[in-house]
């Protein structure tokens, strides 16, 4: 992709994204715009040689840049990152200022890997390499910061606590084979596990504001990627740092869910500070879901091993 191309598609997306925000704020926003960027969001494993990658932008943000810089520091080699979510986050100085959260993976075969992310409900607008995408994920992180015409309801009130003793059941090894598509089901759990926390983070955004606590719940996978044992950092009642992993299922309660090695681990070093925050009876046409808290160690609930990794010594 040349940088003449990426520079028009960052101008649509640009332009998209700020059509969306205008739903939420009164006053017009200004049609200058400027850039801040957050490289490698999604902090890629350098061992993934079918892209370039770049280790030394990880946790690099890049402040109120314009539009060539962004490119400059985009376009590289002609190649560019494979997803950039972007989203209005401010006004400053008369202009409007844009949030770009960048994949560390660089590609030039943009459309193609596109292609893998579309579902039965989505279409391929083939005349664009670059995705407009997460433009709800702004709305539910910086809606606070516009003024408002109608709202939709609470979050407080859109997830449902539920008080809940949790049991672990045990089961047995099947040696039964079996057709199962993955990659639709992984796309699947993959959009509604999103869905589930930003529906969270926005609760936690609305529980802090209602205890007068000013401090904002940071969205830590989608800043820097899987891998912390958590997905969002909020704050107690006494102000203080808790941890929340957000399971999340379109099921009923007693549907299975998987813990990563980091996320028990993380559990174990941060125990009462740690919370897992089990969303279920997911509605994602009105955004709302029953959930329930399990604090600290989750090491009871880790009975049923599926997977093991092998490492070899050379």
Sequence with gaps: MTKDDFLKLLRHSSAIASGFAKNYVLDELPKDFTYSVTLNASS???SLTQFDIYPNDNGKIV???EEKEVIELLCRKDKVPVWIDISVESVYKAKTIFRLLCAGRY???????????????????????ILTQDIIYAAVKYIDKFDKGEQQESALKRLIKVDKTVTVISDKAVLKGSFTNYIENEKEKKRIGDLGELLVLQHEQE???SLGI????????????DGLGYDILSFDEDGNEIFIEV???SNGVGTPFYITRNELERSRQDGKKF?????????????????????GDLTELC?????YRAIVSE
């Design 44 to 46: 890629d494993d350098p």
């Design 107 to 129: 590609s030039d075969k943009l459309l193609e890997l596109h292609k893998t992310r579309i579902k039965e409900q989505e279409y391929l607008d083939s005349s664009y390499h």
């Design 207 to 209: 529980k802090l504001k």
């Design 63 to 65: 402040e109120l840049v």
């Design 303 to 307: 009975v049923n091993p599926i997977l």
């Design 275 to 295: 919370f897992l925050y089990r969303l279920y009876e997911f509605d994602d046409t009105n955004n709302k879901a029953k959930y329930y808290k399990q604090q």
């Design 214 to 225: 000013n401090k904002e719940p940071q969205h830590k996978s989608k800043a820097e990627g």
């Design 247 to 249: 399971k999340t299922t």
